[in-house]
Structures are given as C-alpha cells and as structure tokens.
C-alpha cells in the first residue's frame, strides 16, 4: 500500500547506498522516485513499482524536474563537495526538503554556510551528513545533552573491517581538506597526536587501537551544541583497510545486501562535572544509514513539521525520539542515560 506521505526522491538511487535507501523506503511503503544518471542501470535495477527518472549532475533544469512532485530529496551520490550544491539548489527550487549522507567536513561547512538563506526562503530544511558519519554521532550528543556548555564531546568509531565503496574511494582521492576539530570551542586543524587511548567496545569488536581521525560529527555537533572541546576517534585497524588500495568492496552476505561488517558507534559526554555514554552498534556502516535517513525523511514530510534552513539532525528532529524509533531497525541503542532521558 502507497503511503499518503508526498513521494522521495533518491539520487544515486543505483548506488551502493542508494539502493539501500531505496528499499528501506519501500519497506515502509513509501512511494519512491529512484533518480541516477543511466537510464539502463535505473530500468534492470528497479521495477514498475518505482518511477524512475534520469538527471545528470551538472543540468540543473533536469534536476529540477527529477524532484517535481516529491516532499524530499536523499542525495546519496558523492562526492558531496560536488555533488551536494547543485542536488540541493534543485531540491529547493522543487520544493523538497534535503537530506545528504556526507561524511565530508568541507562539504558540510558549506551546506551550512551556503544553503541556509535558500532553505529559509524557501520553508524547507536542508539536513547535511545525516547518516552513519554525522546523523548518529549528532543524534547521541543531542539526547546526552543538557542545557548549558559542554566541557567535551568524544565520539569513538569501531570497525571490524572498512569494505570501501566505489564512492567512499572516489571521496578519499577528491576531499584532501584539513581535518577539523573543536577547541575552546571553535573550529580548529587537528593536530594528531600520537597518543591516543585505546577504546574498548563490546563483542565481537574488543579492544582496539584509536586514532583522532574527525569526520562530519564534529560539524554537525559544532553547529548547535555549545561544546569546549569535540573530537572523534576511530580504531587503527578500520582506518589501515580504507588505506589499503587491494582492501574489496563490500559483499552481501545475507537477503537484504549487508556485508559482514560490524560497527559500534559511541558518544562520551562531560558536563557540569557529570560523564553519560551512549552508542550504537549494529551490522554494514553503508546500510544502517538508510533507516536513520528514512526515519527522518519520514518526520520531516509529516504535515506538522513546520522547521526550515539548514540544519543538523539532531537539531531539526527530537533526538531522544527519533533513536528509540530506530531502536530494533538494524541497530541497537544502548545507554541507559539515554533510552530512559526526559531529555
């Protein structure tokens, strides 16, 4: 049954996390258009069941029309550097509302920069780095939150193995930008330290060897979470395979499309001398992105949403709700702090 929601629009709906985004979209009956740039990959990936409509990246009339008719737009093409201003102008232009899953810093800064005004002009929301890198980060920290300065936020990444995507290594050759954290509050380069603890999660991962190595957390928390400090780790071992030019793509090894990877996401927060912690763990870093974007992209197209501009996700979308929504949904939430906050 086709859901009484306005229809989204998937771009880079034929690629890796594309097609994720998509059938998570159908799983909870929404009606999808699946947007990419060859039209014959679009025909023997989707059936009759999902419209299909082609738009090269660089022509923003056919963009435009792409999106005609939906409430939303997932970009899920990167890298988002380029790919995210002209999906994004269209999407307004349209009248969608804006999702994207960069795990790009510099990408980020500039939705935020450069896409507030439109958005507020135009009532949407425009919600960069939504996904594994950014979304679930921002999510923890805003529901860990009380009112009032942060003394720090850590956030810890475990992965038992990184598979790059064709995308992930396209990104990593195109993003070559300083890496930024939070210091005395302000966006600062990080300087690596060669001392970083190790961190241990819960099984299968253990204990692993971190590195400082911030993604697009630090700019979605930055952007409304008072914080001193922010910064992001994640383990040796996961960092050494996206570096590994012979390290596979991912593989499927169950109905859905997961590979085998398992992932633990934590957030340490210190305030007003009190420490909480809550995480996330759960299977494939590329395929738990689709139900925290389709959570959302559900709230946001829901008549009583009435926010708009540019936006983090935990700013845009009650946080605390929104992760005992995705409690089950291939992750688990856990942190007693969190799941039993009035927050």
Not at 107 to 114: T, V
Not at 122 to 144: H, M, S
Not at 242 to 252: E, H, K, L, N
Not at 306 to 311: H, I, P
Request: charged content about 15%; aromatic content about 6%; overall charge neutral.
């Amino acid at each position: 049954m086709s859901s009484s929601l306005p229809s989204i629009a998937v771009y880079g709906a034929t690629g890796h996390t594309g097609r994720f985004v998509v059938q998570q979209a159908l799983l909870r009956g929404m009606n999808v258009v699946a947007v990419g740039r060859d039209a014959e990959r679009l025909d023997a990936l989707f059936s009759s069941a999902v419209v299909r409509r082609v738009a090269e990246l660089n022509d923003a009339r056919a963009l435009e029309q792409a999106f005609m008719g939906c409430g939303l737009v997932v970009n899920c093409v990167g890298p988002f550097l380029d790919t995210a201003p002209p999906v994004a102008q269209a999407a307004l232009r349209a009248g969608c509302h804006y999702i994207d899953v960069t795990a790009e810093q510099p990408s980020a800064i500039a939705s935020f920069a450069e896409l507030h005004a439109p958005a507020l002009a135009a009532g949407r929301v425009v919600i960069p780095a939504a996904g594994f890198y950014g979304g679930l980060a921002d999510l923890l920290a805003t529901a860990l939150a009380a009112l009032g300065p942060i003394d720090e936020i850590t956030v810890a990444m475990g992965l038992d193995r990184w598979w790059p995507t064709v995308g992930t290594r396209l990104t990593g050759e195109r993003n070559k930008a300083q890496r930024l954290v939070v210091q005395g509050g302000r966006l600062v380069p990080l300087v690596p330290s060669p001392e970083v603890p190790d961190w241990t999660f819960a099984s299968p991962l253990g204990t692993y060897g971190m590195v400082e190595l911030p993604f697009s957390e630090t700019i979605t928390l930055a952007r409304h979470l008072p914080a001193n400090r922010i910064s992001s780790l994640l383990n040796r071992a996961a960092l050494a395979d996206i570096r590994d030019a012979s390290t596979p793509p991912p593989t499927a090894v169950d109905g859905s499309g997961r590979s085998a990877q398992r992932f633990e996401l934590v957030v340490r927060l210190l305030q007003n001398g009190e420490t909480r912690i809550a995480g996330v763990r759960g299977q494939d870093i590329y395929a738990v992105t689709a139900p925290v974007v389709i959570e959302a992209a559900q709230r946001l197209l829901d008549p009583a949403f009435q926010r708009s501009g540019a936006l983090a996700l935990g700013e845009a979308i009650p946080a605390v709700e929104m992760l005992r929504a995705l409690h089950g949904q291939a992750l688990e939430v856990f942190g007693d702090a969190l799941l039993n906050t009035n927050r």
